[in-house]
Structures are given as C-alpha cells and as structure tokens.
T-cell receptor, first 114, second 116 residues
Framework: GDSVTQMEGPVTLSEEAFLTINCTYTATGYPSLFWYVQYPGEGLQLLLKATKADDKGSNKGFEATYRKETTSFHLEKGSVQVSDSAVYFCALSDQNTGGFKTIFGAGTRLFVKA | DTAVSQTPKYLVTQMGNDKSIKCEQNLGHDTMYWYKQDSKKFLKIMFSYNNKELIINETVPNRFSPKSPDKAHLNLHINSLELGDSAVYFC???????????????FGPGTRLTVL
C-alpha cells in the first residue's frame, strides 16, 4: 500500500540555519504530495503542495520539489526562524484511493533556537 | 469566521463514560474526516464521509460511531471510554478537485480527550 517515510526528529537548529527534512514515498499511482505544519496547540495546516512530477511547491520561504525518479519530496528552507518551530508532516493523496484518503508521515519536530 | 470548528476543545472524563465531539465546517466542502493523534504526534485516519456517506472506516473499535447529519457536520460519539482513547482528535474537511486526487485538507483545532 501507499506509505510516507520522513526523517525522525527532533531536529534542532539555530536561527538562520538551513533546514532540510527528508521525505520519501511509495505509491501505486500518481499521487499529489503535501507538507503540512502543526504549531503547538493547533491543528495541521497546509504549508505547500505539488501535484505532478517536477513541480515545486513553495510558501513562507519553504520549498519542496516532487521528484518522481527518487520518490522524494524533501522540505527545505534557507534560513529558519524561531517562529518555524513546529511539527512538519509529509503527506500524499493518491488517485487510486479516489483521493479520499491522505497518508501522513510520522511527523518531524523542529526546534529553532535564538 | 473559523473554517473548521470543533467542540469541546478539552474533554476530561472517567473510564466507561460516553462522550461526543462535534465538528462543523463552513467551507462548503463535500468530504469530512476524523483523525486521532497520539502523544508522539502520529496521525491516524479513523473515518471519512463524502456527501454524508461513510467512505473510509479504518480499523477503529465499534465503540466509535461517526454521524454526519449534513455535509457541514461530522460528529464523533465514543461509548465506554477507555484509557487508551486519550489523544487529540482532529476533524478535517476537503473538496475533491477535478480528477479526484487533489485533496488538500483543512483541519480543526483539535479536541484533547483525557480519560481518567
């Protein structure tokens, strides 16, 4: 079945450091890929998305490129801020499941120190 | 206006009790979900309704019963609560795009359930 694997956390960085959170997936079809972010005490919210191979999603300085050849969707940010501290979830939605089911990774907690 | 709202935000109860969590979305979406998030932040889908019809029912104990009175509401009733039910429960909604596979979800703020 479909699955999403992302790097275990927590990830601890100093402010202005470069961030990479790795995400790989397995899917039988052509999934859409997402990164969601969960700030403390809140629900998840969509950070960025990509719906086909080679698409780059971007938002708030975060980027991720849909790489079909490596089945990856790594999240990057050039300079993190304390306010980026949160849990990040990689996810996919596969048309083979009718698009109704989104598979989430286990989440990666990011701490950014001032 | 809050897009996806849940009540209550916190729920503390004794083992064996029955409780309900309510969810409402004002986005006009046709699909709604319940997720359970454990203490390690792992997110597991429980149920999904599309146009009031149950379409996803994961391996959830039958003590959990969802009800969707209309497209904008999806409630979760839990009977005979157990210690292991303690978690944060999230409601979410989405609107399928053309082709069916694009499925951005909008989450509520969560209900923290503590069973004593």
């Amino acid at each position: 079945g479909d699955s999403v694997t992302q790097m275990e956390g927590p990830v601890t960085l100093s402010e202005e450091a470069f961030l990479t959170i790795n995400c790989t997936y397995t899917a039988t079809g052509y999934p859409s890929l997402f990164w969601y972010v969960q700030y403390p005490g809140e629900g998840l919210q969509l950070l960025l998305k990509a719906t086909k191979a080679d698409d780059k999603g971007s938002n708030k300085g975060f980027e991720a490129t849909y790489r079909k050849e490596t089945t990856s969707f790594h999240l990057e940010k050039g300079s993190v801020q304390v306010s980026d501290s949160a849990v990040y979830f990689c996810a996919l939605s596969d048309q083979n499941t009718g698009g109704f089911k989104t598979i989430f990774g286990a989440g990666t907690r990011l701490f950014v120190k001032a | 206006d809050t897009a996806v709202s849940q009540t209550p935000k916190y729920l503390v109860t004794q083992m064996g009790n029955d409780k309900s969590i309510k969810c409402e979305q004002n986005l006009g979406h046709d699909t709604m979900y319940w997720y359970k998030q454990d203490s390690k932040k792992f997110l597991k889908i429980m149920f999904s309704y599309n146009n009031k019809e149950l379409i996803i029912n994961e391996t959830v104990p039958n003590r959990f019963s969802p009800k969707s009175p209309d497209k904008a509401h999806l409630n979760l009733h839990i009977n005979s609560l157990e210690l292991g039910d303690s978690a944060v429960y999230f409601c979410a909604s989405s609107q399928l795009r053309a082709g069916g596979y694009y499925n951005e979800q909008f989450f509520g703020p969560g209900t923290r359930l503590t069973v004593l």
